[in-house]
């Protein structure tokens, strides 16, 4: 009826009346835009410690006077809405994101939006009320950039929070370490005076030995703890300053990480190889002897009975890259990367010897001290290597040049 009132209007009258409705969708949009640009500003002053669903949902109904509005966040999967709404607000905005339906349906004032963060599906919005679909659009790309901010956000607050536990947890480890050095100390002075005044049954010179060999393995156990506090107090760069550098000389390392195990290494088949006998570096000997001797002492307690064990040396480019060899139960592709975090033994091991899952994640700092890298490679078939490459701190500097030979890091 509007529109036959319309054409029966005078001419002029009816060129006003159109220029009236096409001034007022202009102004009418001028405000939506203007209403969306009001939005991107409070969104990026909103504070993002806090989830921004509710405070996005009640922005957007107030900013552009709409009925209702309703939103989805997959990834948390909560639903936020502000405004009356007469269907089930919550089936309603799911249903966008499950379908990926995005419309305008103008008879019932619904306009449906999947949030994207390009390509990929994070939501959904759902407004109830007279909008434009550019607008609609506009206002989940918005959502979009806002939710993606609090997720970046919140990592940068937990990746922070797990910093400050990790410090503490290394602060309480080398406490407790000190704590018990003094007392096990003692333990085995008297175990030691004790052995060394004789006149024992064989049933107590029994009890001794035992005594000295549990206070052997606590003091060596709290020497891991007290390394692992050092080597983690540092700094947030896990390739912290090597203390001590000097020239090592490869063969006389391993000698000394070999006899350091004593009876265990006495007992297996130790093959050492090193292609060129002057083979040396410069590095901290107490960190490298001590990664060294955690490959050879796993070596020795999870290799088969009479198996050969493979230590070897070679320089390659800048670093120098030390492996050892052995064939024992394999360790699954999935646990190659976790074997060298803190506590962590790989089921396929952990019921043939006893351990506390420290002495790798040892070894990684230490090769991160200078640098350097570790990883293994295991297979039913060639049996388990593990690595370390450390770059020669005299020859390098502090990293392999860039046009150094690449190493495999693994092996299928």
């Known amino acids: 009826m509007g529109a036959f009132r319309a054409r029966t209007l005078p001419p002029v009258l009816r060129r006003a009346l159109y220029a009236s409705r096409r001034s007022h969708r202009e102004r009418s949009a001028t405000a939506q835009v203007a209403n969306v640009l009001e939005f991107t500003r409070r969104t990026l002053q909103m504070n993002l410690s806090e989830k921004p669903g ?5 922005l957007i109904q107030r900013l552009f006077g709409l009925i209702a509005v ?7 999967h909560e639903i936020y809405q502000a405004g009356e709404w007469t269907v089930d607000p919550g089936e309603l905005v799911q249903n966008v994101f499950h379908f990926e339906t995005s419309n305008d349906d103008p008879g019932t004032g ?11 599906p994070i939501g959904s919005l759902v407004l109830r009320g007279e909008t434009s679909p550019l607008i609609n659009s506009l206002l989940a790309a918005v959502v979009a950039i806002t939710f993606d901010r609090y997720r970046a956000t919140a990592n940068e607050t937990r990746i922070e929070a797990d910093r400050q536990a990790e410090q503490m947890r290394s602060a309480v480890l080398d406490n407790l370490a000190h704590a018990y050095k ?5 333990i085995r002075a008297a175990s030691s005076g004790l052995a060394e005044m004789g006149r024992m049954s064989p049933a107590q010179a029994d009890l001794v030995s035992l005594i000295d060999e549990q206070a052997t393995l606590l003091n060596d156990l709290t020497t891991k703890l007290l390394m692992t506090a050092r080597l983690e107090s540092g700094a947030p760069d896990p390739s912290i ?3 001590h550098p000097e020239p090592v000389a490869a063969a006389p390392l391993l000698d000394e990480v070999i006899a350091s195990l ?11 190889e090193i292609p060129d006998e002057r083979l040396s570096l410069f590095c901290d000997r107490g960190l490298m002897a001590m990664l060294l001797t955690q490959y050879l002492d796993n070596a020795c307690k999870y290799a088969n009975t009479g198996s050969a064990i ?4 070679e320089r390659a480019g800048t670093e120098v890259l030390f492996s050892v060899h052995s064939v024992g139960p394999v360790i699954p592709g999935v646990e190659r990367e976790r074997i060298f975090d803190r506590y962590y033994r790989s089921a396929n091991s952990a019921s043939r010897a006893a351990g506390t899952g420290i002495g790798l994640s040892i070894a990684k700092r230490a090769a991160l001290a200078h640098r350097g890298s570790v990883w293994v490679s295991s297979d039913e078939s060639e049996g388990t290597t593990f690595f370390a490459a450390i770059p020669d701190l005299n020859a390098a500097g502090s990293r392999p040049a860039d046009n150094a030979p690449e190493i495999q890091r693994s092996i299928p």
């Open 310 to 313: 493979t230590v070897r040396a």
């Open 262 to 272: 004593g009876e265990r290494s006495a007992s297996a088949n130790i093959c050492v």
């Open 182 to 186: 003094t007392p096990l100390t003692a």
């Open 241 to 243: 300053a090597v203390a």
């Open 70 to 76: 309703a939103i989805f966040d997959a990834d948390l």
């Open 54 to 58: 509710e405070r996005l949902a009640e």
């Open 110 to 120: 619904i306009s449906r939006r999947v949030i994207r963060l390009g390509a990929v």
